[in-house]
């Protein structure tokens, strides 16, 4: 966290983020498969971005680590690329989370004791330095967050 407050990261690349999300996705899907959680993928676009390769990595696999994570048993994970934006949405507990406590450091949910309650902090974090927005929102029994990448898209 200290790091990208301090702007410690500024080394710039053009980086898939459809391609991030399945070597992130690899990462958790052991788990994913113990706990029975069905994965559905929605490729609109290729979704690329200008960002430094390290932070764009932390992104998307605290958003996908944490869809895993606090999902339920045979539970459901979205995941959505299109041209600006990349969205994932779990299944979880059937109430909305706190949008003013959601992304604040060491807010966590009080069930999961081995969390941290770093992740979507420095989800945000991160998309505060490259000036992203960072959107949730509960539907349907699915927590969903959103990040909208139109401010580090390649120019054409």
């Not at 680590?65 to 979880?92: D, L, R």
Request: aromatic share 10%; net charge negative.
């Amino acid at each position: 966290m200290a790091k990208i407050e301090n702007k410690q990261f500024l080394g710039q690349s053009l980086i898939s983020i459809n391609e991030l999300g399945k070597e992130s996705w690899a990462n958790f899907e052991d788990f994913a498969e113990y706990k029975q959680i069905k994965i559905a993928i929605e490729e609109e676009e290729s979704l690329q971005v200008i960002m430094d390769t390290s932070l764009a990595s932390i992104l998307i696999s605290n958003l996908i680590k944490n869809a895993v994570f606090h999902n339920i048993e045979s539970g459901k994970i979205n995941i959505s690329y299109t041209k600006h934006e990349f969205s994932i949405c779990n299944s979880g507990n059937n109430a909305s989370l706190l949008q003013e406590n959601i992304f604040t450091r060491f807010q966590k949910n009080a069930t999961k004791t081995q969390s941290t309650g770093l992740g979507l902090a420095v989800c945000k974090a991160i998309c505060d330095f490259y000036e992203l927005p960072i959107m949730y929102h509960f539907k349907d029994n699915s927590h969903c967050f959103t990040v909208n990448f139109k401010n580090i898209l390649p120019q054409k």
